[in-house]
């Protein structure tokens, strides 16, 4: 992630919903960071549930302080 500007305006997270039982997980809480390279994250999951994983990358639109978040390599095993 690349965020010159605060996490009041510009942030990424990223949730795991299991739709099987309802219950929401924090995998990435809302960081704002200004280089942090790759950050290596996981969660647990249980076989045979259905899964929503979900991906924000906010910014605020402010001339000048462009947020830009880069999410790969999602892995189930």
Do not use: F, R
Request: proline share 1%; aromatic share 8%; with cysteine.
């Amino acid at each position: 992630m690349t965020c010159p500007d605060t996490v009041t305006y510009d942030w990424a997270t990223a949730t795991l919903k299991d739709n099987t039982t309802g219950t929401t997980t924090t995998v990435l809480t809302k960081t704002c960071v200004s280089s942090s390279g790759w950050v290596k994250k996981t969660a647990s999951v249980t076989a045979g549930h259905s899964y929503t994983l979900t991906l924000i990358s906010h910014d605020d639109n402010y001339t000048g302080d462009a947020t830009c978040t880069h999410y790969d390599d999602v892995t189930v095993s």
